[in-house]
């Protein structure tokens, strides 16, 4: 039976942003942490009321 570690990051932006900037930043963190194993779960869009999205990640432990 695998065990998982979980990790939850937030991605912040300026509310103003261009839709374009806002996907790169989630790419490029999105990248760095797979670089690490760490394995997209779930994406929460919270842009409206943060100004950024909450990222849920799993990696065996």
Known sequence: ???????VERVKFP???????????IQEK??????ES????NVID????TGGVTIYLKRPY
């Open 38 to 41: 760490w394995e997209l779960v």
């Open 1 to 7: 039976m695998n065990k998982w570690r979980y990790k």
């Open 30 to 35: 999105l990248t760095r942490l797979g670089m």
């Open 15 to 25: 509310m103003w942003s261009k839709e374009n900037d806002q996907t790169a930043l």
């Open 46 to 49: 919270v842009s409206m009321l």
